[in-house]
């Protein structure tokens, strides 16, 4: 069992940046990815980024690379995804996800345990 908690959303103006927590406990796989994945107003849920836990290898989706950041604490075991240079199309409810096995770290069936989602919008 694994629990998974984001932290870190609210409301921020376009340009501004925000870092997201999430903290995981319970057992959790050294052999996997962590990733964040978010959810548009009236869209389906999509790949942001990802980081395996063991070697620290990240992968984001095109829309964010080179403004989003994503890193791990092991002392902590949390993730973070520090986004910088955000715009309204950021606007969404973002999710902590972890694999209990390494499998594609860009899908959404890939893994198996989800957070509840913190809400992070940005005004024009």
């Known amino acids: 069992q694994v629990q998974l908690l984001e932290s870190g959303g609210g409301l921020v103006q376009a340009g501004g940046s925000l870092r997201l927590s999430c903290a995981a406990s319970g057992r959790t796989s050294s052999s996997g990815f962590m990733g964040w994945f978010r959810q548009p107003p009236g869209k389906e849920r999509e790949f942001v980024a990802s980081?395996?836990?063991?070697?620290?290898?990240?992968y984001y989706a095109d829309s964010v690379k080179g403004r989003f950041t994503i890193s791990r604490d092991n002392a902590k075991n949390t993730v973070y995804l520090q986004m910088n240079s955000l715009n309204p199309g950021d606007t969404a409810v973002y999710y902590c996800?972890?694999?209990?096995?390494?499998?594609?770290?860009?899908?959404?069936?890939?893994?198996?345990?989800w957070g509840q989602g913190t809400q992070v919008t940005v005004s024009s």
């Open positions: 980081i395996y836990w063991s070697d620290r290898s990240t």
């Open positions: 996800a972890s694999q209990g096995r390494r499998r594609d770290y860009s899908a959404y069936t890939g893994y198996d345990y």
